[in-house]
């Protein structure tokens, strides 16, 4: 049988082996959450017919199927969501017209978002919307 000042000091690291993760939890749970996201952006053509597409997650954990995913989620954030407010990269694009329709559907910072817009052409549609649509 243990002396009774070691049987209490036993039971008090005990205690304290429990209670530290229960604490590690809750403050894990007391940080903010980052801004969230999950969007699937298509590209369609004039015709409607689906030309491609990827999912975006935000944040970026670098392992997604977009391949600017970390620049994209920066510019939906820059534009408060809005992705009509979005503005892509100052470069010149040809008047050929050749129309796309872009669209975005999913979540963005526990709100629902649903976005569709047309674009002359596959250039323009990426000097406006940056590297949101550059898939």
């Known amino acids: 049988m243990l002396p009774r000042s070691r049987t209490a000091a036993v039971a008090a690291v005990a205690a304290l082996l429990t209670i530290a993760p229960a604490s590690a939890v809750r ?18 053509d004039a015709a409607g017919t689906w030309t491609r597409g990827v999912l975006l997650t935000c944040p970026d954990q670098g392992d997604g199927p977009h391949p600017r995913a970390a620049a994209a989620c920066a510019d939906i954030e820059r534009a408060g969501g809005e992705l009509r407010a979005l503005s892509g990269r100052q470069h010149h694009c040809t008047n050929e017209h050749r129309p796309v329709v872009a669209e975005a559907e999913g979540i963005w910072r526990d709100g629902s978002l649903r976005w569709s817009a047309e674009f002359p052409n596959a250039c323009a549609l990426t000097r406006e919307t940056g590297a949101v649509f550059d898939f």
């Not at 403050?27 to 369609?44: I, K, Q, W, Y």
């Open 27 to 44: 403050a894990e749970a007391a940080d903010p959450a980052p801004a969230r996201g999950e969007l699937f952006l298509t590209v369609s």
